[in-house]
């Protein structure tokens, strides 16, 4: 199973089109891995554990508003997995 | 759950689990549910659509569907709860028994089963289907960029390792094309209406093109009609108006391709949260997500019911 230890989801806010435009620059780097869920202001997308730094260095070289909507996405998805089992039991 | 009554609809569940749920709905109400196979996903599963039908041939009809994109799984769990809605409340809603003596309702819960499945066992992020791409080692095509309506255009991507890549040509997956063949061969669908989560919005065409839809002035007054209704309940706010004006371009969509097929009533949805969750959205939601969106559903099928065309 794959382990989104360590992966955050962020949310962005950009002030107009321009920061929009920027934040979009990113979904164009593969290595980056980045997944965003919602591409409407607030931006939110999920960032794995190796890109964090580099996105929030882009994000504040630009002066882009962020913060981590999820801090620990395993935490969730593990929550979500022990409520499923509870239930089921 | 040995019948739908002791179903937990309070939970999510499997595909298996789903599967089950909609053979006992059918074989509890025969004379008003049935079950069609419309084709078979990448990996062979199949895709159950529910005819829920009072009778006559080939009536006009609205076609729901959820869970497109595997991992918005409040969508395959609202649906439940819609098919169960429909069977209940008909013969007690009077609208809705109004409707269904004149029309047929389809619900596809699990458009994207293999995707499902995926995010039960590998990875409950995953969004697209599973299937394999000559020449890449990135799996799965985005089933919601793969329709023929400005296919390949902004807003999907050619790179089949990202989360939009549209696929090698329009209907070229399976769980679109057996949706299109579908809609063709009926040629009576009236409203198509298309689920997804989250992001709280009612939007109907254009994805991919900024020109208005030559209804939008209709579209517009049953989507704020559809909102309000929806937040009568607990007072959740979704934004609605087209695709491209709303949210973003997004070329390939599948009301884009319903709406130029000539079906007038074709929205989607962007159910709840409000961005605490995501994908993640705790499963005490669920009824609630469903009960509010069923009060949306219903404005829209009522409508498309008392405006034929």
């Known amino acids: ?89 | 759950a040995g019948n739908t009554d002791s179903f937990d609809y309070t939970n999510y569940h499997t595909l298996s689990e789903i599967y089950s749920f909609q053979d006992m709905l059918v074989a509890e109400n025969p004379k008003l549910v049935s079950k069609t196979v419309i084709g078979q996903s990448f990996e062979g599963r199949p895709l159950n659509v529910l005819k829920f039908s009072t009778g006559g041939s080939n009536r006009p009809a609205i076609w729901i569907d959820t869970g497109i994109h595997a991992r918005e799984w409040v969508t395959q769990a609202s649906g439940i709860v819609f098919a169960q809605k429909i069977v209940t409340e008909y013969g007690t809603d009077s609208a809705l028994t109004e409707i269904l003596n004149g029309m047929d309702i389809f619900l596809e819960m699990v458009v994207n089963p293999d995707g499902y499945h995926f995010t039960h066992t590998n990875n409950r992020m995953w969004r697209k289907n599973r299937k394999q791409n000559q020449d890449s080692s990135c799996v799965g095509v985005d089933l919601n960029r793969n329709w023929n309506a400005g296919f390949g255009g902004r807003g999907s991507s050619n790179n089949p390792c990202t989360e939009i890549y549209h696929g090698t040509r329009a209907h070229s997956e399976p769980e679109v094309e057996s949706i299109v063949k579908f809609v063709e061969s009926h040629g009576n669908i009236k409203a198509f209406i298309s689920i997804h989560s989250y992001s709280q919005m009612l939007l109907y065409p254009y994805g991919y093109t900024r020109k208005p839809a030559k209804d939008q002035a209709e579209l517009d007054q049953v989507a704020q009609k559809a909102v309000t209704a929806l937040a009568s309940l607990y007072g959740t706010s979704f934004r609605y108006g087209s695709i491209i004006k709303t949210i973003y371009q997004s070329s390939g969509g599948s009301i884009d391709w319903t709406y130029n097929r000539g079906i007038k009533y074709s929205y989607t949805f962007e159910l709840r949260d409000t961005g605490h969750f995501g994908f993640i959205l705790p499963a005490n939601q669920i009824v609630p997500t469903a009960n509010e969106t069923w009060l949306a559903l219903k404005v829209i099928m009522d409508h498309t019911f008392k405006n034929p065309y």
């Open chain 1, 1 to 89: 199973k794959e382990n989104f230890h360590g992966h955050q989801v962020f949310r962005i806010v950009p002030k107009d089109d321009v920061q929009l435009a920027l934040v979009r620059v990113m979904e164009d780097i593969l290595d980056l891995e980045l997944d965003f869920w919602r591409w409407v202001m607030p931006v939110d997308v999920r960032v794995p554990s190796h890109s964090l730094q580099v996105v929030k260095s882009y994000l504040e070289s630009h002066s882009i508003k962020y913060f981590a909507m999820i801090k620990d996405l395993q935490a969730l998805l593990d929550e979500e997995r022990r409520q499923m089992k509870s239930v089921a039991a």
